[in-house]
């Protein structure tokens, strides 16, 4: 550990009959009483150097006798106040982190500042704290630990602050980028090997989190019986590691970033963390979760109940914690600033503004439930391509999100698409599950036209998506008017507006080349409607709607054909108002 010596002088400090003095052949002047100690000092070295004390002694009438000064509640008590007054005597004292604290909270109490004298006890303890002590690991964590005693001088120095930031770059600093200190104290000398080579305890491993992987985790609970104590080792290690990172992190929101939680998520899921961390990373997760991005989610599974790529299960319940903010904000104020009554700080003028802000920030705004809609569509695209991905978890996720929050449906309609590809095996009922929070009116024209031809949507979708777009397309160019009015009142009470233009396709999800929508094909009307009619004679055929006591279903076809001759009337009618428009033209 680094250290500081200041002053030459020998000590000449006693103490006789409970009273501390100095030996000095001029006759004592002052005497300063500190938290029950009695000090009997000299005017000239202290208020040479001590601006407090200039003022205190002004303030007193003169007298022949030595003049009395009471500092009660000193910071760091006689032992810092002795610091300062052998300082201002020019005796040798000692610094280094475990007494840096007090010492600058006691030099800044009595105001030992350039302004009263160059080269003061401020500024020299500022020099050794910045370009020495903020520079080591053990000495920023010694120094941090200190500033326990004296939490509310710390925070107005800035001393509490500026240890976290010097011990967060050190933690976000690679190992390979760090150099260790050169100036150990004796003791940590000794550790020197007899080759001369720097002991394990120097060295850098143990500061940084290992990298960990599913396989790997697999890997150890598979491995023989002669591996296992070392690898079972090295698991508890990390575990604890992690576990102790989670109990770190500050407890505002936003002091570390979305991706950064979620990482740790991952690990604790591979390392089998406690359960309470678990929680504790979850629910902060889900706090910042518009920040996140698809593959910050993509965390893997390494249950033994299903086989699934990813933990489903885990994201689920962090979109649980994230739609539950806006249903119960907090009624009191941030745990960090209860507990205690403080004089008022830099920092405390703003304990309500930041009360406020921390009531607004607990619920989940309409802007973060958008970015949140599009992050999970975005998800569902990804674990629709696993094979073994339940139908009840997909849809869960997709129901999950509320209706306001997606503004189109193109996202989750290429989710839909991917799962139905990825489980051909899928009947007709677990289609229709599935499409269930599909909205066709949400849907933009490239998304219609890719509908209408996919063979996998339920006959019921692919009619919608035909109807909505025949009457989108009747109604382009701001041609309203040729409308019939009972057509416009149906638009009207479904909340459609065909003139104006639909929105494009999200562009901020990859997707793979198997998976891209093609159109080809599509040059008129018709060819959507001969779809339409092989759909419906495919679903006319099938064995599936046969009931076991041989009884005939009315097909969907005939369905449709029993629909009331009025909405029949008006899909003609649109069929017809737009195949007269393509004719002319």
Not at 186 to 206: F, I, W, Y
Not at 216 to 232: I, L, M, P, Q, V
Not at 448 to 455: S, V
Request: glycine share 4%; aromatic share 6%.
């Amino acid at each position: 550990m680094k250290f500081m010596k200041l002053g030459s002088r020998p000590d000449t400090f006693y103490t006789a009959e409970a009273v501390r003095s100095v030996s000095s052949e001029v006759s004592s002047d002052l005497i300063v009483q500190v938290t029950g100690s009695r000090y009997l000092l000299h005017k000239f070295p202290l208020l040479s150097k001590c601006s407090r004390l200039q003022r205190l002694c002004s303030e007193s009438p003169e007298s022949s006798q030595p003049q009395i000064v009471q500092l009660p509640e000193f910071p760091g008590g006689v032992e810092a106040f002795e610091l300062c007054a052998k300082f201002c005597y020019g005796i040798t004292i000692t610094l280094s982190a475990y007494n840096i604290v007090a010492a600058r909270c006691a030099a800044d109490f009595l105001q030992m500042t350039e302004d009263v004298e160059k080269g003061n006890l401020v500024y020299k303890l500022e020099v050794f704290f910045t370009s020495c002590l903020l520079h080591g690991w053990k000495d920023a964590i010694v120094t941090l630990q200190s500033t326990k005693s004296f939490p509310l001088w710390s925070e107005d120095l800035g001393i509490t602050r500026r240890c976290i930031e010097a011990i967060a770059s050190k933690v976000s600093t690679h190992p390979s980028k760090l150099s260790l200190s050169h100036s150990y104290s004796r003791r940590e000398r000794d550790d020197v090997s007899c080759n001369g080579a720097e002991s394990q305890r120097l060295k850098p491993a143990t500061r940084w989190l290992p990298k960990i992987s599913r396989e790997r985790n697999f890997k150890n609970r598979a491995g023989s019986d002669s591996d296992s104590d070392s690898t079972s080792e090295s698991t508890s290690k990390h575990r604890v590691l992690l576990e102790t990172i989670v109990s770190l992190l500050p407890a505002e929101k936003g002091a570390v970033t979305c991706s950064f939680l979620l990482k740790l998520l991952k690990a604790a899921n591979i390392l089998n963390a406690s359960s309470s961390s678990k929680k504790e990373l979850t629910r902060r997760s889900a706090l910042q979760l518009e920040e996140a991005a698809v593959r910050d989610l993509l965390i893997p599974s390494i249950s033994h109940a299903n086989d699934t790529v990813f933990d489903v299960d885990l994201v689920i319940a962090i979109l649980e914690q994230f739609m539950l903010q806006g249903q119960s904000p907090p009624t009191s104020p941030p745990r960090s600033k209860l507990g205690f009554e403080r004089r008022r700080s830099r920092s405390a003028e703003n304990i309500d503004l930041e009360f406020q802000e921390s009531r607004r920030s607990s619920s989940a705004s309409h802007s973060s439930k958008l970015k949140v809609a599009k992050l999970v569509d975005g998800y569902l695209q990804e674990i629709a391509r696993d094979v073994n991905l339940p139908l009840s978890k997909f849809i869960t996720l997709a129901e999950a999100i509320p209706d306001f929050s997606r503004l189109d449906h193109d996202d989750l309609y290429r989710a839909i698409d991917i799962y139905l590809k990825a489980h051909p095996e899928l009947n007709k009922s677990e289609r229709k599950r599935l499409c269930r929070t599909l909205d066709c009116k949400k849907l933009s024209v490239e998304a219609c036209m890719h509908a209408a031809q996919n063979e996998l949507l339920p006959l019921r979708v692919v009619v919608q998506v035909l109807f909505f777009e025949q009457a989108r397309a009747a109604m382009g160019g701001g041609k309203v008017t040729e409308l019939p009015s009972n057509i416009k009142a149906l638009l009207a009470a479904h909340n459609i507006d065909p003139s104006r233009p639909t929105a494009a396709l999200s562009t901020t999800t990859s997707i793979q080349a198997e998976d891209q929508w093609s159109v080809s094909g599509f040059k008129s009307p018709r060819s959507k409607v001969s779809s339409l009619k092989m759909k419906m004679a495919e679903d006319e055929l099938d064995e599936s709607d046969l009931q076991s006591d041989g009884l005939g279903r009315i097909s969907k076809f005939k369905a449709l054909r029993a629909l009331p001759t009025r909405p029949k009337r008006m899909f003609s009618k649109l069929m017809s108002i737009n195949r007269n428009s393509s004719e002319k033209n």
